[in-house]
Structures are given as C-alpha cells and as structure tokens.
C-alpha cells in the first residue's frame, strides 16, 4: 500500500480497546470488536478494518449505538432463534448469533439465527471461521442501509448485503468472504477518504448515471455483481436477514454516515451445518480435502500461476502482515489519530510510535 505506515496488530487492537473503553463500552466487549476489526486489516480486508473505527466511535459518542448493549435471544424453536442486539457494536450481536448457531447445530445438525436492532458487523469471515474450528460449516449476511438500486430503479433501496462461508478441512479451512455488488461500499468510503478516483462499473450518482467520482457514488447507489442475477441474490438474502429478524427491513435501515444519533437498525443471520449429522466426520473430511486437491491440480490457464481456492490469498497476507505490521494509509491514521485527541489521548501514541 503505497504512502502507507506499518502498525503492529497488537498496537492497533489496543488502541482500539482504549478508544472504546473511552466511550463506555465494557472491556471485554471493546476487545471482542478490536478482535474483529484486526482480523479484518490482518486479512487484507482494509474496508471492514480499523477504517471503521472512526465511524463506530462517532455513533457511540452521538447516542445511536448502545456502549453497554446486552444481546440476548428473545424467541426459539428448537434450531432456530432470534437475537435482539439491544442496539449495540455489530461485532457483539453478531458474535452471540453464530456461538448460538454453532451450539444449536450441534444439536440439531443445523441452525438459522436472526439478529435484529444490531449495526454493522465489520468482518463477515470473522464469523463463519468460528464455525470452522468448531468443526462445522458456517454461512452469514448482513443487511445494511439503502446502497443498491432495485432492478430498473433509480433511488438506492436494498443493501449490498456481504455474505460469507467457511468450511472446515483436514488443514486450513476453506473460507469465502465477498460483496454482492460489484464493489463492496467499503471500497468506495476508502477510495473517498484517500481522494481517489474508483472504476466507472462500481456505482452510479444520484441522477443514475455512472461515476468515478467516490463522493458521488456514495450519494447514489452501488452496481450489483453479475447485473440482474446479482440483484436476485441481493433481493434473497434481504429476506433471510431481515424478514424473519422481525427488525427494520429496506429501504428503513439507516446510514452509517447519519448525523442524527438514532439507531441504525441492521439485521443479520447466521447458519451452521454440521458435517457428522449427515456422514462420519473422515469421510467428510476426506471428500472436501479431495474437492480441493482436485480443484487445485486442474489444468492452468497460465503455469507460471497456480490456482488459488477462496481464502488462500487472504491467509498468505495475514502471514505478512502478522510479520511485518499492517499498513495504513496516511489520511486514516490522521483520522484515528484525531479521534484518539476527542476521545483518548493517551492512546495516540500507539499510532505515532
């Protein structure tokens, strides 16, 4: 990353743990989203990473996110069940949805659960890797403000919901993490922050029309991946993640960029599958391993280049940074630092040294 400083994960999580603490927010539950939001940075997803820290701290300092929020599990059946974040950091809500799914998959050999009155939940990998080590597959989304047009519309109505999985195998697990627009809102804030141009195929202005002007696509609408089948995807997974949470669905979920201190409103769900209730855990383990060494050994469009399976890159790039430091751009570590000087003082050196 060019123009860019190198911070050690230790050093950034600690400096996030004291700005939250800053804000009331429990220390246990300030470490759970440091946790995540590193996680992000370490894995290369810079969009969902500390970058969102100022944005969290803004809405905690204006009264739209509860510091001390409870998460608790208001309604079940059996495999099912859904959460009430209490309004809280998206991290915590999101981290009860998936232990909840996790222990009622073992159970039950699979679970549903919907969080509603949450916020944006940073890292969706983050979630499903959790799944992963317990053993069992893990699938998630979130919703989010208006940021995609419906098909033929003008006016951005659903949210370019993410959506993740992770599977476990005999080594690393297979993870999946990604958008459902062609380019997550993430990317465009980033591009914004930096003063930088972004493609002409990510987004369209107020008016409908493409743009590569950042600040202009963030008044628009994101494009979704694949067109209209993007769209239908975007359209389904709106329905597991906020339909059934009982929570605000689109277009009512509010911006993250709202000055007003109201609650966002975001749903999210989380889906766990164990392995053992449809087979013995080797022979599961033996097929996905044999899926991927298939995959892997299928005949090259360039030699020279091997062919890499969903999460291979991010784990070559948690190895480098969890070495060499995570690099932040210039203009975001003057942001952290200048909310480190509203809210912690004492924490700015942890940026500066």
């Given at each position: 990353m060019q123009g860019a400083s190198l911070h050690p994960a230790a050093q950034?999580?600690?400096?996030?743990?004291?700005?939250?603490?800053a804000l009331e927010v429990p220390a246990a539950d300030a470490a759970l989203v440091a946790d995540c939001l590193v996680a992000a940075n370490?894995?290369?997803?810079?969009?969902?990473?500390?970058a969102r820290l100022p944005t969290y701290l803004r809405r905690l300092a204006q009264g739209a996110i509860n510091p001390r929020a409870v998460p608790r599990v208001v309604r079940e059946f059996a495999a099912t069940a859904v959460i009430d974040g209490d309004n809280g950091l998206g991290p915590l809500a999101a981290h009860l949805g998936m232990q909840e799914a996790i222990a009622r998959a073992k159970l039950h050999g699979v679970s549903y659960v919907t969080v509603r009155a949450s916020n944006h939940f940073s890292y969706a990998a983050w979630y499903c890797e959790q799944a992963a080590a317990a053993g069992l597959m893990g699938l998630c989304s979130s919703g989010g403000e208006p940021t995609v047009a419906p098909w033929g519309g003008s006016q951005a109505f659903f949210t370019n919901s993410p959506v993740a999985f992770a599977a476990p195998t005999s080594g690393e697990p297979l993870v999946v993490d990604l958008a459902t627009s062609v380019a997550s809102r993430g990317n465009i804030l980033l591009a914004e922050l930096l003063g930088q141009p972004i493609p002409s195929d990510w987004a369209l202005n107020a008016e409908g029309q493409p743009t590569t002007d950042a600040a202009a696509a963030l008044k628009g609408s994101v494009l979704p991946m694949g067109g209209a089948k993007g769209y239908a995807l975007i359209v389904a997974l709106e329905v597991l993640n906020s339909v059934l949470a009982g929570g605000a669905?689109?277009?009512?979920?509010?911006?993250?960029a709202a000055q007003d201190g109201k609650p966002a409103g975001v749903s999210h769900f989380f889906i766990a599958i164990h392995p053992e209730a449809l087979m013995a855990r080797d022979d599961y383990l033996a097929r996905i391993d044999a899926l991927l060494a298939r995959a892997r050994a299928a005949p090259r469009a360039d030699p020279d280049h091997p062919i890499r399976l969903p999460g291979e890159r991010r784990r070559q790039v948690a190895a480098e940074r969890s070495a060499r430091g995570i690099p932040l751009p210039a203009k975001l570590v003057e942001e952290l630092c200048g909310a480190a000087q509203r809210h912690a003082a004492a924490a700015e050196h942890l940026l500066r040294s």
């Open positions: 950034l999580h600690a400096f996030s743990v004291a700005l939250l603490r370490l894995n290369g997803v810079d969009t969902h990473g500390v669905m689109a277009p009512e979920v509010k911006s993250q």
